[in-house]
């Protein structure tokens, strides 16, 4: 493996919990770092700050992952594929700015790959994309009980009644994705 091969995509698609759950089965994902970023308020926040809609914070993952195994364009297209990007400030249940559908690029390369794969996958959806792609500002890491968060609580109601159910549709939809 060629370090330059390392690459990170930051991520925001509702709840961080369903997002690092369906990158956790992605071959050339190395790691997962749930936290906060995109937000206006001075600091680190936390999880009952962000839960607030006061930060202006969204709940995201870090990916670390081998370009050489998964591409940029391909980590997007199961990310705009896994969750709902047509719908503002929410993901189910889950309403508020802190859920939002966000791609934050590290560089001009990544903004231009996030444009092309949202115009790229539109015609999956009757409704129009919302996704907001932005440059990345200052990634605060979550709180340690909110990292591998569903392997660490698969039984728990929220992950058996939603990210299950995600899984099962990405295990269909990118079967030569996984690990």
Known sequence: MNNSNIQLAT??????????????????????????????????????????????????????FDSSIISYHDLLVIFMTS?????????????????????????????????????????????????EISALGIFYEAEEYHQDYYRNNTEQGFCSAVITPKLAKLRKMHADKLK
Not at 35 to 52: D, L, M, N, Q, R
Request: proline share 4%.
């Open 11 to 64: 991520l925001g698609g509702g709840c961080f919990w369903c997002v690092e759950a369906v990158f956790n089965e992605i071959k050339g994902v190395k790691k997962i770092v749930s936290g906060y970023t995109g937000g206006t308020a001075p600091g680190k926040p936390t999880y009952k700050e962000i839960c607030s809609g006061l930060t202006g914070h969204a709940e995201v993952i870090q990916v670390t």
């Open 83 to 131: 969750h709902d990007p047509t719908t503002l400030n929410r993901q189910g249940g889950d309403t508020g700015t802190q859920y939002r559908s966000v791609i934050y690029y590290h560089n001009d390369v990544q903004k231009e790959i996030a444009t092309a794969v949202t115009k790229e996958v539109a015609s999956y959806y009757e409704d129009p994309i919302v996704t």
